[in-house]
């Protein structure tokens, strides 16, 4: 049994297997989500639960954060109750979810002046990753920070990058997710061009998986593609909020703009809720 005591906000469709990673690695695990209704199955788990982020940094060691964008992450450190509201020297707080690289800066900052240390961990992978363990973390933050937290990142993932300081995870994170639109997009343009000209979809992604172009989002996208159905693993409007915070932290590729519009096109067609994949229904109406 690990001697760290976990604390965790943020139960969505990642979190909740995340955490039970976690638990079944040793770690004690404690959890706060508004949702309260969100919170049982990981207790019946044996996680416990707090009543506010205040109680819930002061109770563990660590207090891992994922939430959905940089307001919420800023509303749970700084709002009534929140994690710094009466922080305790020696703590840890680590921010695992997608947000700018200067909110990372910043929220680093605000723990400096606690005495609190602080990582941001975002995630490469989505749902399957984050129940099988196997995701990517992205890390940014102070060295000696990093090792201690390495255990409970271990838990969580096949991998860990220490990619150096605040906010330098986000600007990986950033990165693969505009590969991953890109691969996304040009997936979904291929195999409409290829249907258009008499190919079947089923034969050109076994072409397209059997070769050189084939890669992880391919193969793991085809099921949903040929059953013509996209529950989200990771929802179309994250990834319009990503590719957005991308162009804002200075990404000014030739692709950004087209694969800004094309997904933010997709969302404005009621897409957002599906997954990622889903952007092929928008394309093909063009």
């Not at 660590?62 to 929140?82: H, R």
């Not at 330098?168 to 258009?196: P, W």
């Not at 079947?200 to 099921?223: F, H, R, S, W």
Request: aromatic share 6%; proline share 5%.
């Amino acid at each position: 049994m690990s001697r760290l005591k976990l604390g965790w906000i943020g139960l969505g469709n990642m979190g909740t297997p995340m955490v039970k990673n976690l638990l079944k690695a040793g770690f004690e695990v404690v959890v706060f989500n508004r949702t309260k209704q969100k919170e049982a199955e990981l207790i019946a788990n044996g996680a416990s639960t707090a009543p506010d982020p205040q109680t819930l940094l002061e109770d563990c060691d660590i207090v891992f954060t994922m939430l959905s964008n940089d307001e919420a992450v800023k509303m749970v450190f700084e709002g009534e109750k929140g994690l710094l509201t009466n922080p305790a020297a020696g703590k840890m707080i680590i921010d695992m979810s997608t947000v700018s690289p200067d909110t990372s800066r910043y929220l680093s900052e605000l723990c400096k002046k606690n005495d609190i240390d602080f990582l941001e961990a975002p995630v490469s992978g989505s749902v399957k990753p984050a129940q099988d363990g196997t995701l990517i973390i992205l890390v940014g933050g102070e060295t000696p920070a990093y090792e201690k937290a390495k255990p409970a990142f271990d838990a969580l993932g096949k991998l860990s990058v220490h990619v150096g300081g605040a906010g330098v995870g986000g600007s990986a994170k950033l990165a693969i997710n505009y590969l991953l639109g890109l691969n996304l997009q040009g997936l979904a343009e291929t195999l409409l061009f290829a249907e258009k000209n008499g190919v079947n979809k089923t034969d050109m992604l076994t072409i397209i998986n059997e070769g050189a172009c084939g890669n992880g989002i391919t193969k793991l996208k085809t099921p949903s593609i040929l059953n013509e159905s996209y529950p989200a693993a990771f929802a179309l409007k994250h990834l319009v909020k990503d590719l957005g915070l991308a162009k804002a932290a200075g990404l000014d590729a030739p692709l950004i703009d087209p694969l800004f519009h094309t997904f933010q096109q997709a969302q404005q067609e009621g897409l957002g809720e599906e997954d990622v994949m889903a952007v092929i229904k928008s394309l093909s109406k063009k």
